[in-house]
């Protein structure tokens, strides 16, 4: 028998891919998060940018309690209203006219690279399966969306890299120039890079690409998954520097912490994708939808957006105080909006640790950098507690410095 008492412990029975942190929590509200034990805990990474209105949002509670005493599931064979529904709104959004609904971030890439290949075969271009990714990027965990990032890492013993992916350095305009070619199917980014360490794009450089893949007659396809849906301050990335995509990959916070995925395309990218050439039992199910649809009418709500950019200055201000402060720990400041990068001098998980004393949970990330991804709706009196936090961390940082 298992002692109830005893703090968690990493059990034997998952598989060992994940190097767990003992810190089980049994509820949450807004962006305070709360162990069994019933120690709170301020939540700054909100499950790696997926609950961005926070924890227990009433009306994703309200709508997941309705849905399910109605219908949770039919088919994709049949209509499904609030699919139409969400792709819609969707639609009306952003660049796209059609979407594909998924279950994960990965299943989005997928279907984005299925549909960009699709397009150049259907179109009499077969040879163009190319898909120039660049270092450090992020895709999932699908063996596509591995072979697209090229993380050696993630790669390794899971057999040769499949042909069809390139991999360029980041922001290197002339090397993409360069490495466009008659085989070239699409070019992926994120925006903003969100595991390989908040790296933001700029804007000009995002302009660049879109001209270059007008120019080459190649599709351009943004990973929105982590950055989008009001992250950065706009609904997507992209507005900022408005350089609209042909594809694009959403999930993350399109379920606030349900399984909803999403891939989004002009009808034009999209013309290769007819019955038959893509599905998923699951995805875009009822049950998903009523919560898609509930989180998107708050995730475009201006004011959020409004509410994200003002408190991402505060913490902009605040860190670049801190980097001044704490040489020795901080060495940069990255990302947009609230995926927020701080790259440090010393380890990122003792940081992390250091942090979680605090009661303050971060996320890691490439690059030795820790990431700030808290709720969207995190209030500036939040901001401000996370800031004390992070000091704190700081100076248990800067002594281990000083004692070696
Ligand atoms: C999380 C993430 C993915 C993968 O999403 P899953 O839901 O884990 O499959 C892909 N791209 C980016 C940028 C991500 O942050």
């Known amino acids: 028998m298992a002692d109830q008492s005893a703090p968690p412990v990493p059990s034997d029975h998952i598989m060992g891919v994940y190097s767990r942190t003992p810190l089980a929590f049994e509820r949450g509200e807004g962006a305070r998060l709360y162990t069994t034990d019933g120690e709170a805990y301020l939540d700054c990474m909100a499950g790696i940018a997926v609950t961005a209105l926070g924890h227990s949002h009433p009306k994703l509670i309200q709508a997941v309690k309705d849905q399910a005493e109605k219908l949770w599931h039919t088919s994709n064979i049949f209509t499904i209203p609030n699919q139409e529904k969400l792709a819609t709104a969707l639609t009306d959004a952003t660049?796209?006219?059609?979407?594909?609904?998924?279950?994960s971030g990965a299943e989005a890439i997928e279907c984005a690279i299925k549909t960009a290949r699709k397009y150049h075969w259907a179109k009499g271009n077969p040879e163009r399966i190319d898909i120039i990714g660049f270092d450090g990027s992020f895709h999932g965990r699908t063996l596509a969306?591995?072979?697209?990032?090229?993380?050696?890492?993630?790669?390794?013993?899971?057999g040769p890299p499949?042909?069809?992916f390139v991999h360029l350095p980041y922001g290197d305009h002339e090397a993409l120039k360069a490495a466009i070619?008659?085989?070239?199917?699409?070019?992926?980014?994120?925006?903003?890079?969100?595991?390989g360490g908040a790296r933001s794009l700029p804007d000009v450089c995002m302009?660049?690409?879109?001209?270059l893949c007008d120019e080459a007659g190649?599709?351009?396809i943004y990973d929105e998954i982590q950055c989008g849906l009001g992250r950065t301050g706009?609904?997507?990335a992209y507005e900022w520097a408005d350089a609209p995509p042909d594809i694009m990959a959403v999930a993350k916070a399109l379920g606030g912490g349900f399984p909803v995925g999403a891939c989004l395309a002009t009808v034009e990218a999209a013309s290769g994708m007819t019955p038959g050439s893509h599905g998923s039992t699951y995805g875009g199910n009822p049950l998903a939808m009523a919560v898609g649809l509930a989180s998107l009418e708050e995730l475009v709500k201006p004011e959020l957006l409004a509410h994200v950019r003002e408190v991402a200055g505060y913490f902009n201000q605040q860190l670049t105080g801190l980097k001044d402060r704490f040489p020795d720990v901080v060495v940069d400041i990255r990302g947009k909006g609230l995926l927020i990068g701080i790259k440090l001098a010393t380890p990122n998980r003792e940081f992390m640790q250091h942090a979680r004393d605090q009661h303050l949970l971060i996320a890691g990330g490439g690059d030795n950098c820790v990431r700030l991804l808290p709720p969207l709706t995190l209030t500036l009196d939040?901001?401000?507690?996370?800031?004390a936090g992070l000091e704190r961390a700081c100076e248990m940082a800067q002594a281990k410095v000083k004692a070696a």
Do not use: H, W
């Open 95 to 103: 660049f796209a006219d059609v979407v594909f609904f998924t279950n």
């Open 145 to 158: 969306a591995v072979n697209a990032s090229g993380n050696a890492g993630y790669l390794e013993g899971f």
């Open 162 to 164: 499949m042909p069809g």
């Open 181 to 195: 070619g008659p085989t070239t199917a699409a070019i992926l980014i994120e925006p903003v890079q969100g595991e």
């Open 207 to 211: 302009r660049g690409l879109r001209q």
């Open 218 to 220: 190649i599709l351009l």
């Open 234 to 236: 706009k609904l997507f």
């Open 382 to 387: 939040e901001a401000r507690e996370a800031m």
